[in-house]
């Protein structure tokens, strides 16, 4: 059960955050997302639309049977019974009923238009609809929200049905009533006043649900919270159809840090950093690095002004500590970085620069040499670290030096395209010729490179190239411009990124690659030669 009922977090991830396009959920996905949602300590968890697919009808069955859930009550959703038809003759209706789910979360229609143009009935018989089907599943113990849908725009077509809506259902039966801003349109203010009037007309329980397609969803919730709203909805992460629905993340963080409103059991909002990436890796979806609170760059800081600040105390320039929600501070080295934010990502990287402030100097001054020619760090930390070894020791941490190399691309008379590469390396006093195969010729350098390496380095079998992406950055050169590749490397426990940059894309991407081996034998242990 929910921390307190009379607060609601209710998460509809599983239902309208699988309306994203894009985002395609299997059974099994649903399952690990239910169990995350539950370990965040959400107060409920709505599963789905039993019986109006065999998707959904097979998750519901398989809760059953292997989820028991710790924190949240779980939900099943779908519409009131059908137009003249009683609600206990209705059998999609009847698969709410038969769920298993403690509460079903009803969807009716709160605008006249709707109602007579995607119902085809009359405003009456709607009403009727709702009672039945709520006073129903009453009946059979389950509890029942309702989720007025097109509330708003319901409300400023025809107040006195949008009104009567919410009646009927309080009447009836129903716990809360949702308002919904079904096709986002609202903004904070005239929500509020909404909201506000409601409350003063009705003696329901009100919830709210609001789309993003002002980018005012978080901020709509919270305005029908301020307002007297008791139950909000949303999906983790914002996912929704169109530009989304309102991020929980975000309303959980803003009502327990800023509002003082405990959502949340004690210890689960620090676990907002971990649950929101991890549910990402389930939807293949990429966490967007600058979501508030639990997004890569919502605590990251790049200017050197920042960081001198910061360097003093960190909240001059942050809202709140990046702790309370699982995240870190991150410093960003750039061109726009000074001496407090070199000293500060040394400190980060675990290389004591011991206050040297000519040390200190020579990095500030390289990292914006190289910065002017096209370099960037704030996204390779790896490279940055090796630059920080060597200004550091004297010596870049050398482990193999690559001679000569060439790739080759050649279009064969089957159509095939072979793709080889060529590379001398000097490891250990020994001279090495290695070749290999790829699919392009930034993939064959990487395995030809590692394939030589392998006898006197067998941890690099651990190595894998998991990103790598390309950057023009004179345009104006068109295909003969400087290019900056980025290669982001996996050892199985960790992930690193390096830099490239030169005319050449296989140039660039073999520096890139060479400093991601380096970085990669030092994490294994290694020690330089």
Partial sequence: MPISDAFHIYDTTLRDGAQQEGLNLSVHDKLAIARHLDDLGVGFIEGGWPGANPKDTEFFARVKKEITFKQATFAAFGATRRPNVKAADDALFGALRDSGAPVVTLVAKAYDRHVDLALRTTLDENLAMIVDSISHLRAEGQRVFLDAEHFFDGYRSNRAYALEVVRVAAEAGADVIALCDTNGGMLPDELSEIVHDVLGVSSARLGIHCHNDTGCAVANSLAAVSAGATHVQGTLNGYGERTGNADLVTII???????????????????????????????????????????????????GLHASAIKVDPSLYQHEDPASVGNDMRMLVSEMAGRASIEMKSTELGIDLRGDRELIGRVVSRVKEMESRGFTFEAADASFELLLREEATGKRPHFFTIEHWLTTVEHSVDQGIVTKAEISITAMGQS?????????????????????????????????????????LEGRLGTGAITRVLVETSDGKGEWSTVGVHENVIAASAMALEDAVTFGLLRQGRVPE
């Fill in 253 to 303: 963080a803003n009502l327990q840090l800023k509002k003082g409103r405990q959502v949340l059991p004690d210890g689960h909002l620090p676990e907002a950093f971990r649950i929101s990436h991890a549910v990402a890796e389930v939807t293949n979806v990429s966490p967007s690095a600058r979501q508030p609170y639990v997004g890569f760059s919502a605590f990251a800081h790049k200017a």
């Fill in 432 to 472: 090495i010729s290695c070749t290999g195969e790829g699919n392009g010729p930034v993939n064959a350098f990487d395995n030809a490179l590692r394939s030589g390496l392998l006898k006197l380095y067998p941890e690099l079998a651990s190595l894998e190239l998991t990103d790598y992406k390309v950057r023009i």
